[in-house]
């Protein structure tokens, strides 16, 4: 019971798919392009990213990635600076003249105050000299994200439970529930989405960015663990198993 309670009403941007366009404008699936030649490289950045919990895409040359990110509405694009085919420069550039604002961290081998106006004349945000390590590219990426933050949508909340959208925190009770950052984002959807219906597979597409015909088990596998989480210590259950349907996350059973 938990009349007592206040709850904040849950908002929800007007979209035609609201399971991902919420998320992105929440800034909770954020897709990121990596636009590196150097295969390892980029690979290492995609499975790092990944792991971070960014939707990752990479493209191996200027043109591919010019490509790819007037076609896809990135978040943010990690631009190396030395590519074959058209530089970074380049493609920070007709990305710009495009009206592409997506947020752009080039990653470039000299640091050289000339190197550094230039980019920040074309548009970039923020640049890493390489080698750099993982760390730091991460807190780069983080930090160009929160100052581009929606400050609208911080926190949500219901009953005792509460969303930072912010620090992507998650309490109950105000204790604080360890979530994996796919765990995170998997309760975020559902406390978006609260008191409506969601299927195996719009949670997979949302947030796996995958198409799940079959392997919707991935959903419930995550969904035992994030239950055993939030809902297990707690005499009040907030996620319930429709039948046939798929979860849903209330307050009231
Ligand atoms: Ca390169």
Known sequence: MDGGEEVTPLIFGE???????????????????????????????????????YVVDIAADGLEGLHLALEVDFD???????????????????LREAGRKALVLMLTARDTVHERVRGFE??????????????????????????????????????????????????????????????????????????????????????WDMNFDSDTNVVDVNMRRLRSKVDDPFQLKLIRTVRGAGYVLEAEQ
């Open 122 to 207: 074309l548009g970039a945000d923020d640049y890493l000299i390489k080698p750099f390590a993982f760390s730091e590219l991460l807190a780069r990426v983080r930090s160009l994200l929160r100052r581009s933050t929606p400050r609208a949508q911080d926190t949500l909340r219901m009953a005792d439970l509460e969303i930072d959208l912010l620090r992507h925190r998650a309490t109950r009770a105000g204790q604080k529930i360890d979530l994996t950052s796919k765990e995170f984002v998997l309760l975020t959807l559902l406390a978006r989405r609260a008191g409506e219906v969601l299927s195996r597979t719009q949670i997979a597409e949302t947030v």
């Open 15 to 53: 979209h035609d798919r609201p399971d991902i366009d919420v998320l992105i404008q929440g800034r909770l699936i954020v897709k990121v392009l990596v636009v590196e030649d150097e295969v390892k490289t980029a690979k290492f950045l995609k499975k790092g990213l990944s792991e971070a919990g």
């Open 76 to 94: 943010l694009i990690i631009l190396d600076v030395m590519l074959p085919g058209q530089d970074g420069w380049h493609v920070l550039a007709r």
